[in-house]
Nanobody
């Protein structure tokens, strides 16, 4: 019932930018912390950024993302964004949107989108 749909991925050259979007449904979105992960084959999924459901929309980032990536949310549109800048080939991965809820039925889970591919080349 919960659906997270990512978009905005693509292929860019090093130094370029992309804006990823994650459209959510089935969540009480304004009460749900939202996260972006990324995964490269053969490596564990890595938490990239998180934006809290609190009134201040507090954010946190993995060290490699700080100063380059920006997570934001639009509660009215039930969408979370990840602005990627100064991209390097090490950022190449499938980027996933994630939340633990609550859903509209007040259930906590582990909800994932289908992912969107980001490829950065020299």
């Amino acid at each position: 019932q919960v659906q997270l749909v990512e978009s905005g991925g693509g292929s860019v050259q090093a130094g370029g930018s992309l804006r990823l979007s994650c459209a959510a449904s089935g969540l009480i979105f304004s009460s749900s912390d939202m996260r972006w992960y990324r995964q490269t084959p053969g490596k564990p999924r890595e938490l990239v950024a998180i934006i809290a459901a609190d009134a201040d929309k507090n954010t946190d980032y993995t060290d490699s993302a700080k100063g380059r990536f920006t997570i934001s949310r639009d509660n009215a549109k039930e969408t979370v964004f990840l602005q990627l800048t100064k991209l390097t080939p090490e950022d190449t991965a499938i980027y996933y949107c994630n939340s633990r809820g609550p859903s509209t039925h007040w259930e906590r889970g582990d909800y994932w989108g289908q992912g969107t591919q980001v490829t950065v080349s020299w």
